[in-house]
């Protein structure tokens, strides 16, 4: 049995225009790290259980993933775990998490 959990990276409205133009999103689940995109989910499929979910934001043609912040969530068997992922009016902030939904 698996679980899923998605991720929406969601850039704030004040800084949004400047990070949709020179930065990429990026999940990492456990450690292990997914491309993303601003305004979209993204579906990571896993096993059920506890894992470490983490967002942040990298320029591009730089290495240091900046604004990092992590979550613990619990995925159930056949459970889909939904997260928006924002940062703050400041690119120095740290994105939050927050869950959408368990179904």
Same mark, same amino acid.
């Given at each position: 049995? $698996?679980?899923?959990i998605?991720?929406?990276?969601?850039?704030?409205?004040?800084?949004? &225009?400047? =990070?949709?133009?020179?930065? +990429?999103?990026?999940? =990492?689940?456990?450690?292990?790290?997914? %491309?993303?995109? &601003?305004?979209?989910? =993204?579906?990571?499929?896993?096993?059920? @259980?506890?894992?470490?979910? %983490?967002? @942040?934001?990298?320029?591009?043609?730089?290495? %240091?993933?900046? @604004?990092?912040?992590?979550?613990?969530?619990? %995925? +159930?068997? $056949?459970?889909?775990?939904?997260l928006?992922? +924002? $940062?703050?009016?400041? $690119?120095? +902030?740290?994105?939050?998490?927050?869950?959408?939904?368990?179904?």
């Amino acid at each position: 049995m $698996n679980a899923a959990i998605t991720v929406l990276p969601k850039p704030h409205w004040i800084n949004g &225009w400047f =990070l949709r133009l020179f930065a +990429q999103p990026y999940v =990492l689940v456990d450690d292990v790290e997914h %491309a993303a995109q &601003w305004g979209r989910g =993204l579906k990571i499929e896993t096993s059920p @259980g506890r894992h470490t979910v %983490a967002v @942040g934001a990298r320029y591009h043609r730089t290495k %240091a993933l900046l @604004g990092v912040a992590a979550t613990e969530v619990e %995925a +159930q068997a $056949n459970q889909h775990v939904g997260l928006i992922a +924002q $940062n703050g009016p400041l $690119n120095h +902030q740290a994105f939050a998490l927050r869950a959408t939904k368990h179904t």
